[in-house]
C-alpha cells in the first residue's frame, strides 16, 4: 500500500487555511460598499471633493426628485422618458467620447449635459481630495460641444458678470471664475452680457427628437460652488427643467465607473476573485497529488559548503581557533588606516606615524571619538598587537587568557576600528 501523498498535519492546515479564507470572503464581501458607490475624487456623482458632485445628488434627493447613478450605459433605455444627465464628460479620449455621446442621443429624449471645465490630481494623503485642479483646453470642451450638435465657443471672462438674468425668482448665482458659451444657438436660460451658463436647445438626433440642456460651467453644482450665493437654486432649476415626474439618470460611465454583466469580468472583481483563486488552488493540489512519481529519487544535497564564502569562512575560523587574533586584527586595522589614507589623498611615502597623525587630526575637526593614534594606544593597552618594537614581518600575539575573552575584546575593537572608518568615509 502506498503511502499518502500529504502528511496529516498538512491536509489539516490546507483545510483551515481554506476555511479562513472563504469566511474572509463571505465577511468582506458583506462590509464591502455596494456597486453603485464606488470611491472617487474626481468630478462625478460619486465624488465628495471640491470639484465632485455627490453634495447636488443629495440635494436633489432630499427635494423629492428621484435620481439613479448609473454605471451601466444601457440604463436609461428602460424609461424611455427619463431625463438623462451627463455631468463633466472629460474630453480627453476624443473619439471615445464622441462615439459615446452619439450611442447615448441615439436613445435619449431628454439629456442635461454640464460642461467639464477642471483637470483634478487625487491627494495621495486623502483619496476622496483632490491637490490640484487646472482649467481643461477650451478647444476640448468646444468639440464636446460639435458632437452633441451645439454650435457655440467657450468663454472665460477676466471679470465675472455683475447681473444674470433668467434664473428662477430672479436668483444670481456667484461664479469667482466663470466658463461661458457665446456664439451658441443655444435659448438662453440663464445668461449675462457675457454668455451664457444655462441654455436649452430643441434638435433632432439620428431621426428621434431631442431636448438638451447645457449648464456651461460645473462650478455652479460642484461642492464648492453649490452653497455659494444662489448657486443651488439655479443649479437645482437646471437640472429639473426638463424634469415631469420622470427620474434623473446620470451616466458614471463617461467617468470610467462602468459595470460589465460578463460573468468572466465579474470573477475576477472582488469578491468573487477570492473563490476562484480557491478553485484554481484545489486543482493545482489535485493535479499535484495525482501526479505519478518517475524516475530515481532526487540525491540529498552535499552537507559540506563548497564555493569561496564557504573557503572565507573556515579560513577565519582556523585562525580565530589558533588564537591569531591579533595577527588579524592588525592587518584589518593597516588596511584600514591605508584605505582612509587614500580616500583623502594623503602622500603615498608618508611614513606610518606621520600618516596616522594626519589622519587624527582629520578626525578630530570631524568631532570623532576614535582615530588611528588612540585605536593605535587602545591596541597597546590591551596587548592585542604591539606597534612598537616588532621587527617587520613578525606575527603579533594575543596576552595569556581565555579564548573567548580575547575573541570578544577582538571583535569589539575591530568595531571600533569599522565605525572610525565609516564615520571617516561617510560621516558629516
Known amino acids: 500500500m502506498s503511502e499518502p501523498v500529504f502528511r496529516k498535519s498538512v491536509v489539516v492546515a490546507l483545510v483551515g487555511l481554506a476555511l479562513v479564507s472563504v469566511t474572509f470572503a463571505m465577511l468582506t464581501g458583506n462590509m464591502q460598499p ?41 440604463m436609461h433605455v428602460t424609461d424611455p422618458g427619463a431625463v438623462l444627465v451627463l455631468l463633466e464628460p472629460q474630453p480627453w479620449d476624443s473619439e471615445g467620447l464622441t462615439q459615446s455621446l452619439e450611442d447615448l442621443t441615439k436613445t435619449a429624449t431628454r439629456l442635461v449635459l454640464v460642461l467639464p471645465k477642471w483637470w483634478a490630481e487625487e491627494d495621495p494623503e486623502n483619496p476622496a481630495w483632490v491637490s490640484l485642479v487646472r482649467w481643461l483646453p477650451m478647444e476640448r470642451i468646444n468639440d464636446l460641444l460639435t458632437s452633441v450638435g451645439i454650435e457655440a465657443r467657450v468663454l ?20 469667482s471664475h466663470p466658463q461661458l458659451l457665446t456664439k451658441a444657438d443655444l435659448q438662453p436660460v440663464v445668461s449675462s452680457s457675457a454668455g451664457v ?64 454583466s460578463h460573468l468572466a469580468a465579474e470573477l475576477l472583481r472582488f469578491p468573487l476573485v477570492i473563490g476562484l483563486i480557491h ?115 613578525e606575527a603579533d600575539s594575543l596576552p595569556s587568557g581565555s579564548g573567548p575573552r580575547r575573541s570578544r575584546r577582538a571583535l569589539a575593537l575591530a568595531s571600533r576600528i569599522h565605525q572610525w572608518h565609516e564615520d571617516m568615509l561617510h560621516g558629516s
Open 34 to 74: 455596494s456597486a453603485g458607490r464606488p470611491e472617487s475624487s474626481q468630478p462625478d456623482s460619486y465624488s465628495t471633493s471640491a470639484v465632485g458632485h455627490a453634495a447636488l445628488v443629495a440635494l436633489l434627493e432630499e427635494l423629492g426628485h428621484t435620481v439613479h447613478q448609473s454605471r451601466r450605459q444601457a
Open 279 to 393: 478553485v484554481v488552488l484545489t486543482c493545482l493540489i489535485v493535479l499535484w497529488a495525482g501526479l505519478a512519481r518517475f524516475g530515481p529519487p532526487t540525491p540529498a544535497p552535499s552537507r559540506r559548503p563548497s564555493g569561496k564564502r564557504a573557503l572565507i569562512e573556515n579560513t577565519a575560523q582556523l585562525l580565530v581557533g589558533a588564537g591569531q587574533h591579533g595577527f588579524l586584527l592588525k592587518r584589518y586595522f593597516e588596511l584600514t588606516v591605508n584605505r582612509v589614507g587614500a580616500a583623502f589623498h594623503l602622500p603615498a611615502g608618508l611614513d606610518e606615524a606621520e600618516r596616522h597623525r594626519r589622519l587624527a587630526a582629520m578626525a578630530r575637526r570631524r568631532g570623532l571619538a576614535d582615530d588611528p593614534l588612540t585605536l593605535t594606544q587602545e591596541l597597546r593597552e590591551t596587548s592585542l598587537i604591539e606597534v612598537a618594537g616588532h621587527r617587520e614581518g
Open 156 to 175: 472665460r471672462p477676466a471679470r465675472p458678470p455683475t447681473a444674470w438674468t433668467g434664473g428662477p425668482d430672479d436668483a444670481q448665482p456667484e461664479l
Open 197 to 260: 451658463l444655462v441654455g436649452l436647445k430643441r434638435l433632432e438626433r439620428y431621426g428621434n427628437p431631442l431636448e438638451l440642456v447645457v449648464v456651461s460651467d460645473p462650478d455652479l453644482i460642484s461642492t464648492h460652488g453649490l452653497a455659494r450665493g444662489e448657486n443651488a437654486l439655479v443649479a437645482v432649476d437646471a437640472l429639473t427643467l426638463l424634469k415631469d415626474d420622470s427620474p434623473l439618470i446620470i451616466d458614471e460611465t463617461q467617468h470610467g465607473h462602468g459595470l460589465t
